[in-house]
């Protein structure tokens, strides 16, 4: 797979000036079972960092709380010095008491510890994009917004993204900082971020969707995900990447793994086109089976 590269994606400005390729990589999975301590392969998981830059990817995107800390010390340990345009996203505001267990912490104290803590781990002198991983619904929204104003001023933080949120939080945080990012869970199947999608895209924000590759019944044999990878000689995965890809100019995938084949299977996605038919096709099974789900 020498001749995949991200840039088939094609490219979005973060912020107005950081240019990266859309097809981003997940730093997610480079972390144990339940996102908690090494992961079970660590010999592999540092293979599959060190592709991500062979292959081109430029927008990485992690937290603290991927853990914790395994996910950033890793990515520092593999890649940094960093390449030059090379964007590690990173994220805070969550805290970790066992595998899959997350519990947000919004204080501003606890959040500015956060960044700094970050900054170390990742060795670096400013984090080109720092995103509130949850507002804590115990601290006033404006307190943590005003943090986060807070760092970017002071050179801490280039630019400022939200996870997990509405249309009303981004308007918002908006009074206090520009927003560049938002990242919401959304797939074919999953369109609860339907109304924060098309508010991103009229507005030039990056929309990172999280969990992009689940589909449920739709990537079954026979499928529509099954159907249209079998006509285009791909896999579903990478038919339901390619779907989000041309969904709107503004989506950033960062599909995750801790393993090289996925990594690369993934961002052989960047060059796969659909055509018009196949997309509404699974736009709408897609819309069906969500309605479905919220039945």
């Not at 510890?113 to 002198?125: A, T």
């Not at 999280?210 to 589909?215: Q, T």
């Amino acid at each position: 797979m020498a001749d995949i590269h991200a840039k088939a994606s094609g490219t979005f400005n973060i912020g107005g000036d950081i240019e990266v390729y859309r097809l981003g990589f997940g730093a997610m999975r480079i972390t144990g079972p339940g996102i908690w301590g090494p992961p079970e392969d660590v010999a592999e998981a540092r293979r599959t960092v060190a592709r991500v830059r062979e292959l081109g990817i430029n927008h990485i995107d992690t937290a603290d709380s991927y853990g914790p800390f395994v996910s950033e010390d890793l990515l520092a340990e593999v890649l940094a010095p960093y390449p030059r345009g090379m964007v590690i996203a990173t994220k805070g505001g969550l805290t970790r008491q066992g595998p899959d267990i997350w519990r947000p912490v919004g204080r501003p104290a606890y959040l500015r510890q956060c960044v700094l803590m970050s900054l170390r781990r990742l060795k670096q002198e400013r984090i080109d994009l720092w995103q509130l991983h949850r507002i804590d619904a115990k601290v006033p929204r404006d307190e943590q917004f005003g943090v986060m104003a807070d760092m970017q001023r002071e050179g801490l933080i280039r630019h400022l993204g939200l996870s997990e949120v509405s249309v009303d939080d981004i308007e918002a945080a908006s009074r206090f900082f520009k927003v560049v990012t938002v990242q919401n869970q959304y797939n074919l199947a999953n369109r609860q971020s339907e109304a924060v999608l098309d508010y991103c895209t009229e507005h030039g924000i990056g929309f990172i969707p999280w969990f992009p590759l689940a589909a449920g019944e739709l990537s079954e044999p026979g499928g529509i995900l099954d159907t249209v990878a079998k006509k285009s000689s791909a896999r579903p995965s990478q038919v339901a990447l390619a779907w989000l890809l041309k969904r709107s100019p503004v989506i950033l995938p960062i599909p995750g793994t801790g393993r090289v084949r996925h990594l690369e299977e993934n961002t052989a996605a960047a060059a796969l086109t659909l055509s018009d038919d196949d997309f509404r096709a699974l736009d709408a099974q897609g819309r069906e089976a969500w309605t479905k789900s919220r039945q």
